[in-house]
């Protein structure tokens, strides 16, 4: 059994509901996780999928701490991070890295790639040797050295993205959370993100969360997979176990739901069995 | 029996010259789910926004013919032309929430366009929604009439975008992405329906997407575009059974398939890339000769 660099246990989430708030006040909490369970295994590479309002963004970032649980504990690398302050937590940052769905809006549209990446290098007392780190991280991503004068909006979709790859392990860190990813690219591209990320997971032993709503990507990228539904946890098993063998009626009704590109004539009638249920 | 919709050779530029749209020809025949497939900038909305006639003012349409059940859209006056299409075409598209008015409710915005476009009565128009909305299976019509768009979910909201294209008996809808914003399993659920309405009203569709798998289930033919241009059309079914052109390979090899993980998720080769480069600017060169 590989040591856990995270453990969750009973982690809730309650977050403001502002369709619910009143003119004037305070907005009501809404309960986004209701008491989660799980290990992240070290080095590898946990899937973590769900419909759009099952809660898996909002896990995501109670991970990163960039939310507060409301009940519960996280343990990162043997630590309570649960309710740690900001100022205790920065020297965690480094090892707590975050690749974004949207390279666009989480780029500064001002600055050079360069100046991007060497970012989170001055932040942890890297400042020494930038250039030769920045060089190295763009060079890790497959982008040649002439990008690193260059702005966000000169580049490709694909070429962003890994931009936002670079920045996020160019302090190689323990863990890295990526969050829907690829979901904005064209489906060539997203097989060049994809690969590579799978590559410099495995090359750096790096343990990534990787949330998507793909389970056709989860299943190629992921040893393990959270299924998460409405803030709960679903199912949770090693992928091939999941998708061969899976047990809620729930995630086999979203492991069917995906068009495969092949021909299946069937596919489009309704079932006999979900017009008379049994 | 004459095609629903044929486009013959239709070409686009923009104002610095760029061709977006090249030598397109493709026809959906009555009753027929044509698919429209490529990457972000293969020209597939821009297709459809032709059809329909509402081509952002800086895209100029240079040649081709465009025909809409044989009448020649190129050659009618502009008034005329908007009328035949309001008539015959209809749109579902991606993003139902930008589609529908924010400020009204759902019941008359879809009245609305039977009333002023087709000039039915107010009661006609309104026993047809009911009717549409009880084929899209939304079982509480009263609700949704009296909704505004943002109290119902996004399957909801595209079930009624779906019902109000239907409404009008269009010969054509032109679908640009109608699930790319959605679950997969609701998803399924708005292909379904699609489909099953598709098949009971004898439309033709136009289903623009990025999504091999969308196109694998829903379509009887298929398009295959590259920078505005078509590289590949075939029956659905032998396009999946023998892709001809490198490049529908390499993006069926680079779409993910949960049961075959690893001979799945291919990155497109150099090569295969270098050859569309060198397809296009031929075609390109081609085409400036007979133009000087």
Redesign the interface.
């Known amino acids: 059994m590989v040591e856990p660099l995270f453990s969750v246990r009973g982690l809730k989430v309650a977050l403001p509901d502002m369709t619910r708030k009143p003119l004037i006040g305070r907005a009501p909490l809404a309960e986004i996780l209701k008491g989660f369970d799980f290990d992240l295994p070290k080095g590898s590479v946990t899937g973590i999928v769900g419909?759009?309002g099952s809660g898996k963004s909002t896990l995501g970032r109670a991970l990163v701490r960039l939310l507060e649980p409301s009940a519960g504990s996280i343990g990162f690398d043997g630590r309570d991070i649960t309710h740690l302050p900001e100022a205790e937590l920065r020297p965690l940052r480094r090892n707590l890295q975050m690749i974004f769905q949207d390279p666009m809006s989480s780029l500064n549209p001002r600055r050079t790639i360069a100046s991007i990446i060497a970012a989170p290098l001055k932040q942890n007392g890297l400042g020494d040797n930038l250039k030769a780190r920045v060089a190295e991280a763009l060079q890790r991503v497959g982008l040649p050295q002439s990008f690193a004068g260059r702005y966000r909006h000169e580049l490709s979709?694909g070429q962003r993205q890994r931009v936002g790859i670079a920045r996020a392990l160019a302090l190689s860190p323990k863990f890295v959370l990526a969050d829907e990813i690829v979901s904005g690219l064209?489906?060539?591209t997203?097989?060049?993100i994809?690969?590579l990320l799978e590559k410099l997971a495995a090359d750096m032993g790096l343990t990534v969360a990787f949330i998507s709503?793909?389970?056709?990507?989860?299943?190629?990228l992921c040893r393990q997979v959270i299924v998460m539904r409405e803030g709960m946890i679903v199912e949770a098993s090693a992928t091939d176990a999941l998708?061969d063998n899976p047990r809620q009626a729930y995630t086999r009704?979203?492991?069917?739901?995906?068009?495969?590109?092949?021909?299946?004539a069937g596919?489009?009638d309704?079932p006999a069995a979900a017009k008379a249920p049994t | 029996m004459s095609a629903c919709l044929d486009i013959a050779n239709l070409s686009a530029v923009l104002p610095n010259g760029q061709r977006v749209l090249r030598s397109v020809s493709l026809a959906v025949q009555p009753g027929e789910v044509r698919a429209l497939v490529g990457e972000s900038g293969a020209g597939k909305t821009m297709i459809g926004k032709a059809v329909l006639g509402v081509l952002p003012s800086s895209v100029r349409l240079v040649e081709g013919d465009m025909l809409l059940e044989g009448e020649d859209l190129g050659r009618l006056q502009p008034k005329a032309r908007r009328t035949l299409i309001g008539a015959r075409t209809a749109l579902i598209p991606q993003d139902p929430l930008t589609a529908l008015n924010p400020s009204r409710r759902i019941g008359p915005q879809m009245t609305d366009r039977l009333v002023r476009i087709l000039g039915w009565s107010g009661e006609k128009a309104d026993r047809r929604t009911r009717q549409l909305l009880d084929e899209v299976q939304i079982r509480d019509p009263e609700r949704v009439l009296k909704s505004y768009p943002h109290e119902l979910s996004g399957g909801m909201r595209q079930r009624v975008l779906i019902a109000a294209a239907f409404a009008a008996e269009p010969r054509l809808i032109v679908a640009d992405e109608p699930t790319t914003a959605l679950d997969v399993t609701v998803q399924k659920q708005i292909l379904r329906l699609i489909a099953a309405l598709q098949r009971e009203h004898g439309t033709a569709i136009l289903f623009v997407t990025h999504d091999l798998g969308v196109v694998a289930k829903i379509s009887q033919k298929v398009s295959v575009l590259y920078a505005g241009k078509v590289v590949e059309e075939a029956d659905t079914a032998a396009l999946f059974a023998a892709p001809q052109h490198a490049y529908t390979r390499a993006l069926m090899a680079a779409t993910p398939r949960y049961t075959d993980p690893f001979a799945s998720l291919k990155p497109v080769d150099g090569a295969v890339l270098a050859g569309l480069a060198a397809e296009i600017a031929a075609a390109d060169l081609a085409w400036r000769r007979p133009h000087g």
């Open positions: 419909e759009s979709g064209d489906v060539s997203q097989a060049q994809l690969t709503h793909d389970l056709s990507v989860i299943r190629r998708f009704d979203l492991i069917g739901a995906i068009p495969l590109p092949e021909i299946d596919w489009l309704i």
